[in-house]
């Protein structure tokens, strides 16, 4: 498939994955579906979908989320996704999924049947939880990523420069504020930005095949990383090229100064963990005010 860094591809993944070389790719990081809409569907109060009078989606917003008749289906298609991308991942190299809770065990096992090694659990901690719909419970304010890696965990690369990081993330949910394109599932760039840069280098590549708002695109472009992208919305993959090319070079460079900035002029002396707090907002807030 000539060269396809850098590129987003509007189709399903399965049909593009098989086209990438193998042992081609240094980090997938990625957010599939988990298959929570026909859930959401029994509490029409609490659901972002719309459905007409035979219960069918009449809003796309998140339709992509029930594509599948039944769990085993989905962890079927899950599983075929894992196949290729072992197949185009390098070896010592990592890939990162985010995942429903209710599915966590299922996908771990799913990864180790493919012979991947099993790694931590991240962490996203939401800081702005939403108040559930009916007020009972407590706001969920966790989402789960699955970390593994393909090969031997001695030879793999770490950015040391950032520290003592831990698997939990501080970030509030994006924000639709300032923003035309907001995706209905995006994740915040910090956690993009610190998996990307703890476990690639420049120029290595990231490929995330449900690329939703292009978040972990535009994360990877802004660490000078090559990018793939694949997300089968054609509306999606509209906003993605919006968001990726609306900042030009200059405003990558000015992002990529302010890291380094950030994190030599303060790395010494203070809670590390402090530092990508600090990060984490300014992160947000510069490419807020840069891109939108
Ligand atoms: C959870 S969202 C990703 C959100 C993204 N991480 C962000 O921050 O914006 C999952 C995306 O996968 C896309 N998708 C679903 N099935 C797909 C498939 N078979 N191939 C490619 N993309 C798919 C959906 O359209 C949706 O945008």
């Not at 962890?75 to 894992?82: D, Y």
């Not at 304010?141 to 090969?151: I, N, R």
Request: net charge positive; aromatic share 10%; hydrophobic share 40%.
């Amino acid at each position: 498939m000539g060269n396809y860094f850098n590129m987003i591809y509007n189709d399903d993944c399965l049909t593009v994955l098989p086209k990438i070389d193998t042992s081609s790719i240094d980090l997938v990081l990625t957010d599939p579906p988990y298959f929570i809409g026909k859930e959401m569907k029994k509490n029409r109060a609490v659901n972002k979908l719309k459905f007409n009078d035979s219960g069918e989606t009449i809003n796309t917003q998140m339709s992509w989320d029930i594509s599948w008749e039944s769990k085993e289906e989905y962890l079927n298609f899950i599983k075929n996704v894992f196949i290729e991308l072992v197949r185009v991942l390098k070896d010592d190299r990592h890939i990162i999924l985010f995942v429903d809770k209710k599915d966590l065990s299922y996908i771990i096992k799913i990864g180790e049947d493919c012979r991947l090694k099993f790694r931590k659990v991240l962490f996203w901690r939401k800081t702005n939880p939403v108040p559930l719909a009916d007020g009972i419970g407590p706001m969920t304010s966790m989402e789960l990523a699955v970390w593994f890696t393909k090969g031997s965990v001695k030879k793999e690369h770490y950015n040391k420069n950032l520290g003592l990081i831990t698997d939990v993330l501080n970030a509030p949910i994006p924000s639709a504020e300032g923003s035309k394109i907001r995706h209905p599932s995006q994740k915040p760039i910090l956690f993009g930005l610190q998996w990307i840069s703890y476990l690639t280098k420049p120029n290595d590549v990231v490929l995330d095949c449900f690329a939703g708002g292009g978040t972990f695109l535009l994360a990877s472009k802004l660490l000078n990383r090559n990018y793939i992208g694949i997300e089968s919305n054609k509306q999606y993959c509209e906003n993605i090229q919006y968001r990726l090319n609306t900042p030009n070079s200059l405003v990558a460079s000015k992002f990529n100064s302010f890291i380094h900035d950030t994190l030599k002029n303060k790395l010494d002396g203070i809670d590390k963990t402090e530092i990508l707090t600090i990060l984490g907002s300014n992160a947000e807030r510069v490419v807020a005010n840069d891109l939108f």
